[in-house]
């Protein structure tokens, strides 16, 4: 049971408009006899002392997760910036153990007291804020009372701070001639193909839900303007103009600009899971070089899905005019607990369950792509959700084989990809073989997704598309 306190965050959150910080007390508080706040400037070593007390935070406050607001309409900020897995920038064990205690330490969750949320949850204080409050936003003059909480630390606001909102960031530009990028979909299934079979199993609820999310992931692959997008959470529904990804095409091609978008068709599957990867190309640009390849068995029979290999070559004016390269599309088995047994089951190093699955898995692609399964050549990007952070063994599996991450590069406050319980990190990676890494020529993670509330935004924007943020690397392919 929330407490209910007087101060609704439309309040607060309001200076985000008003500019500059506004100290407003409880109504019945703002009396000779309130104490003044405890002053702090920086995380304290122990709350236990100051439970029950109020306190004025005089250190900005980034907000580094949302994942309760639409339902009890909470925020996660933390001290000293965002708050990042621990995995992505530890190795597993004792580093990573280390990482997660300063993130208890730094972390403390902000409360309007509201109990009185309305159907469907939905904070009904924040319609209009919310969709601008990204994580990253910084918070400066937070002042409540400090409260014990299921998720740890817990501020209950009794006056409203100075919001810098986080900016949304355009589309990336990257260099090269050939653009490839990666997209998690977040289950797009499209009921029979034909207006009914809804509500679907793990998507759209209805028509009109589907609607708006291919109205999205449109306005997201297309601002992309790559030349071949892996997607992942497809639905495994075939190959006809029923099916989920024709109808994805069908949709990219009719809202443009770009209208050559096609798909690789396998034939089946890949594999027989409810969901699968893809891949989409635009066909005056590049083109499919040989039949599509599929590494079947092993732990890509239960768990995680079957990866999907082609083989292209880069196109000028309907001939070829580069280097051939492939691309395999990858999703590895997910994180949760349910049903893991033996190695699979947590081992308490930070990677949660399924690591010895998603393991193998990466060491069988390894395995399979030095056979060049496409018939091609060793210019090969592996590219898709590894439910992995960055320093976790499926990635280093390839990183110690030298392959490069393009993305190590990138400055270590953007380099991540999703947001979990607060956590931000890399689950979605784009991996290239050590003859088609000394083509890169750009790299960037799109933030459209991971930092936006999960709440309705306009339809046929970009903004939450996804849970995941999709990413896109730029080579020099042309002109051999």
Request: overall charge negative; charged content about 25%; hydrophobic content about 40%.
């Amino acid at each position: 049971m929330r407490l209910r306190f007087a101060l609704p965050l439309c309040l607060l959150l309001a200076a985000c408009q008003a500019g500059g910080p506004v100290h407003e007390t409880v109504p019945g508080r703002a009396d000779a006899a309130t104490p003044a706040p405890v002053t702090l400037s920086a995380a304290p070593a122990d709350w236990t002392p100051l439970v029950g007390q109020r306190v004025r935070i005089d250190a900005p406050l980034t907000v580094s997760g949302q994942h309760r607001l639409a339902r009890d309409g909470t925020l996660v900020a933390s001290f000293d910036g965002r708050l990042f897995a621990p995995t992505e920038i530890a190795r597993p064990g004792p580093d990573a153990a280390t990482v997660a205690a300063d993130n208890r330490a730094r972390r403390i969750v902000l409360d309007d007291g509201r109990d009185d949320l309305p159907e469907g949850g939905m904070p009904w204080y924040l319609p209009e804020h919310a969709r601008a409050l990204r994580t990253g936003s910084v918070l400066t003059g937070v002042e409540g009372i400090v409260e014990r909480s299921d998720e740890g630390w817990r501020l209950r606001a009794t006056a409203r701070p100075t919001v810098a909102l986080a900016p949304r960031p355009a589309a990336p530009q990257v260099g090269g001639d050939v653009r490839i990028a990666a997209f998690n979909l977040q289950n797009l299934f499209n009921g029979d193909g034909r207006g009914g079979g809804f509500p679907t199993a793990r998507g759209a609820k209805s028509p009109e839900a589907l609607a708006r999310q291919v109205a999205g992931l449109v306005a997201t692959i297309a601002a992309l303007d790559a030349d071949i997008a892996a997607v992942m959470e497809l639905e495994n529904d075939g190959y006809d103009a029923d099916a989920s990804i024709a109808q994805l095409v069908a949709a990219l091609n009719a809202a443009g600009p770009a209208r050559d978008w096609r798909f690789v068709d396998a034939g089946q599957g890949p594999g027989d899971n409810a969901i699968r990867v893809g891949l989409l190309y635009r066909g005056t640009r590049v083109r499919p070089q040989g039949a599509p390849a599929m590494l079947e068995g092993g732990p890509f029979v239960a768990h995680s899905r079957v990866p999907l290999a082609q083989a292209f070559v880069p196109l000028r004016d309907g001939r070829d005019a580069g280097a051939t390269f492939s691309v395999v599309a990858v999703h590895l088995k997910s994180k949760g607990c349910r049903d893991a047994e033996g190695a699979d089951r947590d081992q308490g190093d930070g990677q949660a369950c399924w690591n010895a699955t998603r393991t193998e898995s990466a060491r069988r692609l390894l395995a399979w792509l030095a056979s060049d399964p496409t018939g091609s050549s060793d210019r090969v990007a592996v590219v898709g959700d590894f439910n992995a952070y960055a320093m976790e063994d499926p990635v280093r599996a390839f990183v110690d084989a030298g392959w490069r991450d393009p993305f190590d590069a990138e400055p270590a406050q953007t380099r991540y990809s999703f947001v979990f319980d607060a956590q931000s990190g890399r689950l979605d990676h784009l991996l290239l073989s050590p003859a088609l890494s000394t083509r890169v020529h750009g790299a960037a993670k799109w933030h459209n997704n991971a930092d936006e509330p999960a709440l309705d935004t306009p339809d046929g924007t970009p903004w939450r598309s996804s849970d995941h943020d999709p990413l896109v690397v730029g080579l020099r392919l042309r002109g051999e």
